[in-house]
């Protein structure tokens, strides 16, 4: 498995853009990149992934370098409802050719009024 | 749309009990997937299945184990439970298995052995 590392937490203020790192020097060629995020007490919820090139969709954009070893998450305007850990996952292919999520501990943002 | 659907939201078991925690995927979602998320820690993967056959297992003891029926529900059970099997079960659902459209998870049930 490929594995990722995050910043334990970090902090935001209401209103900026929050830029979550994330480093994945051993990835696979065919690997993408996935981030979740999970709201206390709730399950994780899907954001963005992307193999490539750099991604954006209504919640956030994803930057990913060139040699593909890390990525940023960005969320352009953080607001309160944005606090949350933010994972970051490499994909893993079963030998089935089903794939599963690989989570680590992520990072805690918090954003703050 | 109902999202994922897992009952109950919360159970307390006492130690050496077994335990049957349910889920309904998304409707036309045909795979169901399995974590186990200790406090403090990210979910990790149990099993994942496809169309009523296990694709994958993830590194747990024989005391779990799983089914996916033909209406796509899945039932993850636990047998001899022990104080460490404590945790928030999580359920996701997928239209294939494949990661390309993304899993959905649900709320989980909170599992407390005593």
């Known amino acids: 498995d490929a594995k990722t590392t995050q910043p334990t937490s970090m902090d935001c203020a209401e209103g900026r853009a929050a830029n979550l790192p994330c480093n994945h020097s051993t990835i696979s060629g065919n690997e993408y990149v996935y981030w979740y995020r999970q709201i206390h007490s709730q399950g994780p919820q899907y954001i963005i992934h992307g193999l490539k090139n750099n991604e954006t969709n209504e919640m956030a954009s994803l930057i990913i370098t060139e040699d593909r070893k890390s990525s940023t998450l960005i969320l352009p305007h953080a607001t309160l409802r944005d606090t949350a850990v933010y994972y970051c996952?490499?994909?893993?292919?079963?030998?089935?050719?089903?794939?599963?999520?690989?989570f680590g501990k992520g990072t805690m943002l918090l954003v703050s009024p | 749309d109902a999202g994922v659907t897992q009952s109950p939201t919360h159970l307390i078991k006492t130690r050496g009990q077994h335990v049957t925690l349910r889920c309904s995927p998304i409707?036309?979602?045909?795979?169901v997937s399995w974590y186990q998320q200790v406090l403090g820690q990210g979910p990790q993967f149990i099993f994942q299945?496809?169309?009523?056959?296990?694709?994958g297992r993830g590194n747990f003891p024989d005391r779990f184990s799983a089914r996916q029926f033909p209406n796509y529900s899945s039932e993850l059970n636990v047998n001899a439970l022990l104080l460490g099997d404590s945790a928030l079960y999580l359920c996701?659902?997928?239209?294939?298995?494949?990661?390309?459209?993304?899993?959905?998870f649900g709320s989980g049930t909170r599992l407390t052995v005593v």
């Open positions: 299945y496809y169309e009523k056959e296990e694709r």
């Open positions: 996701a659902s997928s239209p294939t298995g494949g990661l390309n459209y993304g899993y959905t």
């Open positions: 996952i490499v994909r893993v292919e079963m030998n089935s050719g089903y794939s599963t999520l690989t």
């Open positions: 409707s036309g979602h045909k795979s």
